[in-house]
């Protein structure tokens, strides 16, 4: 068996559990190295000389001949395509085995803590077998390993690697290193040498210096590095710094550095807490790769960028023209007409949903486009809030919510409240213990449903004239409306810093304060309804009850009775929980009978249907097991909304349908051809629709 210790990685390990010598075969330049025992080849590169090799056996019957290996990599260059020899040569190594058991210590007792926390059996496993860590470098850029050989000129004493901070210091070192008898000889020279070595430090240790250098490495009188004493790690140590985030793939790489880093030269942790983000893969969950074409650059998602744009950066790369090919083929797959511009915040409001995948991200541009119609859906709603506002002054954006009466305040004006302080209070949690997808899914979810959804379709008829059917004042749904808008804002700014100190720089109520940012802003919480189950509940029936009703409408156009009512929010105790009692049953079904008689006139309104009926089951000999001729929607375990059917078929034209389809085909199109669609919108976009 023929082996290679000084060109092979798995050689030279066989070599070093057999003891076997290491020789080396080839230089640095690729040349056969001058070895006496082989002079005829001595010189020759490596290509020649394996040719002459197999020339000089063939003759002596020793050559067998040659197969190509079946799973054979070999390691190419990326920009020169040659391939790789791996060579022995001479390297600075640090010895990681105190470094790293004093780093998991502090992991292990919770100096510091990595989250999520299953990543501290995995730090663990790599810092018990860890293996010391080589920091050369031959390449031209980088920090120059501060180490010097220092020579004298003597020739009678041998040379001396030193670390020193500079030539002169180096030289001082290497003489108080000499024995008596050495500095006698040295004494009658010309002095010595000291060559710093060429060897730049591995970009990890550089990294790995951050703490000490951001902090201050010195522990001297003016450092603000007190030593601190790590024997007894069973006490909290304190940290240079709160929090670090970065990515799980480099845990080892760069977080582990600066921990052994920082605990051995200023004996304190570098950080309290490590978040580590998963990896950013495409939709398919294939890591992004130049060869695949699958990159998503993060600038063009924010700026947008054409199918041309793409194209040319892959043709600039480095890519072969085999790959090159390939990436194109694949991108013209995935993104057709390029990237639309979704700006800044989109992104990273859709990247921090995604960290509840706790192993990579699977990201996808649907998700940035939904991202995106929440950016624009919380603008319109600024725009709405404003506009209602500004027509009501001058006294509705001079009060805060505090200052309203509470008596003023509705049903409606009541759960909205109630649901902001619990967002709230869930926000408040899940930032408190890093899960930022959950606080950011939490405002997103209260705008999306509780204020745009259900509190500004309930305000629009006060706010229209139709407050008569809520008990709703105009000025307090205002009011309620500034609070809420305010109080997203605030939630909303570490997610979405752009747009969130765009709205509050033009919001109405920023004059209340001297913050000139709303990065200064203080959280305030005067005003809230603490929780208020009932309005909630109530507020649940009607929307739910609205909800069903223009379900049942969707569902069946042409075959609700034309006579009313038609439609009927039915209170049943078909459903009981478990844990309810025959009594609690009771209270449920007054209360819900009461809140639906209440809202009848609101639920009318709202869900377009002039005519509806408010009764109990037995009222209308209701049953679950319904007929052809009735259709049911399930609201809440007590409520149902019931319609009445006719005997007409589905399949016959519905004139009434088409007629109102053609008329929304007919705006949608007036919309497309309109000067200012043409003009701003994006191209991807115009192609879409």
């Known amino acids: 068996m023929q082996i290679t210790p000084a060109h092979d990685a798995d050689d030279y390990a066989c070599a070093q559990r057999h003891g076997l010598p290491v020789v080396q075969v080839f230089a640095p330049d690729g040349t056969v190295v001058q070895d006496i025992a082989l002079p005829e080849f001595a010189g020759m590169s490596r290509w020649r000389a394996r040719e002459r090799v197999i020339a000089a056996l063939k003759p002596t019957g020793a050559y067998l001949g040659k197969r190509d290996a079946e799973q054979s990599v070999i390691l190419r260059c990326s920009r020169s395509g040659d391939v790789i020899e791996p060579m022995l040569m001479p390297q600075w190594y640090i010895q990681c085995g105190k470094l790293a058991q004093q780093a998991d210590g502090l992991v292990q007792t919770g100096a510091i803590e990595l989250l999520p926390g299953r990543q501290r059996a995995v730090w663990h496993n790599w810092m018990s077998g860890i293996e010391d860590w080589c920091v050369s470098r031959q390449l031209w850029w980088g920090h120059r390993i501060p180490v010097y050989r220092v020579s004298w000129n003597c020739g009678a004493v041998d040379d001396v690697w030193v670390a020193a901070e500079s030539e002169q210091q180096a030289k001082e070192k290497a003489g108080n290193q000499l024995c008596a008898n050495d500095r006698a000889l040295v004494a009658g020279g010309t002095g010595c040498v000291a060559v710093q070595d060429e060897d730049v430090l591995d970009t990890w240790f550089s990294s790995g210096l951050l703490p000490l250098t951001a902090f201050n490495r010195s522990t001297g009188q003016n450092s603000v590095l007190a030593p601190v004493c790590m024997t007894d790690l069973s006490q909290p140590l304190p940290a240079l710094s709160s929090v670090l985030e970065t990515g799980q793939d480099i845990l080892f790489f760069w977080v582990a550095r600066m921990a052994m880093l920082c605990t051995h030269f200023a004996r304190i942790p570098p950080f309290s807490t490590v978040l580590l983000h998963p990896m950013v893969r495409d939709a398919q969950g294939r890591k992004m790769s130049k060869s695949l074409g699958n990159i998503i650059d993060p600038m063009d998602i924010i700026d947008g960028a054409e199918l041309a744009r793409l194209e040319q950066t892959l043709a600039d790369g480095y890519l072969s023209e085999r790959e090159l090919r390939q990436s194109t083929r694949e991108l013209k797959r995935l993104y057709p007409h390029g990237f639309q511009r979704f700006g800044a915040d989109a992104l990273r409001f859709t990247l921090l949903l995604y960290t509840q995948q706790t192993q990579q991200i699977n990201l996808s541009l649907e998700s940035v486009k939904a991202a995106h119609r929440f950016c624009n859906k919380l603008w319109n709603t600024f725009r709405f809030i404003h506009m209602h506002a500004a027509q009501l002054r001058p006294d509705t954006d001079r009060m805060r919510i505090a200052d309203v009466d509470q008596r003023l305040l509705t049903v409606f004006d009541r759960a909205l409240l109630s649901r902001l302080h619990g967002m709230l209070e869930t926000y408040h949690r899940a930032m408190a213990t890093y899960r930022l997808a959950i606080a950011a899914e939490a405002v997103r979810d209260f705008v999306q449903r509780d204020l745009c959804d259900r509190y500004i379709e309930v305000c629009k008829l006060a706010l229209f004239g139709n407050g008569g059917a809520t008990r709703q004042d105009p000025h307090v749904a205002i009011k309620v409306l500034l ?111 009461e809140a639906a008689t209440k809202h009848k006139a609101c639920i009318a309104l709202m869900s377009k249907e002039p005519a509806i009926r408010v009764c109990t089951a037995s009222d209308i000999g209701y049953s679950e097991a319904l007929d052809s001729k009735s259709a049911m929607v399930v609201v809440s375990p007590h409520v149902r909304v019931v319609g009445q059917l006719t005997d007409a078929d589905e399949r016959a034209p519905r004139a009434a349908l088409i007629a109102k389809l053609e008329a929304e085909l007919a705006q949608v199109r007036g919309v497309v051809a309109s000067d200012g669609y043409q003009r701003g919108a994006p191209d991807a976009v115009k192609d879409a629709n």
Not at 504 to 533: F, N, P
Not at 542 to 559: M, N
Not at 564 to 587: G, K, N, Y
Request: contains cysteine; proline residues 5%.
């Open 483 to 593: 609070e809420a808008l305010d109080n997203v804002l605030r939630a909303l700014h570490p997610f979405m810093p752009f747009l969130s100190e765009e709205l509050w720089q033009r919001h109405a109520r920023k004059d209340l304060s001297d913050e000139v940012s709303i990065m200064e802003c203080q959280w305030s919480s005067s005003g809230l309804i603490a929780h208020d189950q009932r309005s909630e509940d109530e507020n649940d029936l009607v929307f739910g009850a609205v909800s069903g009703i223009r379900s049942l409408k969707q569902q069946h156009p042409t075959r609700l009775r034309a006579d009313a009512p038609r439609l009927a929010v039915v209170v049943t105790a078909s459903e009981r929980p478990p844990d309810a009692t025959e009594q609690d049953t009771a209270v449920d079904l007054d209360a819900a009978l």
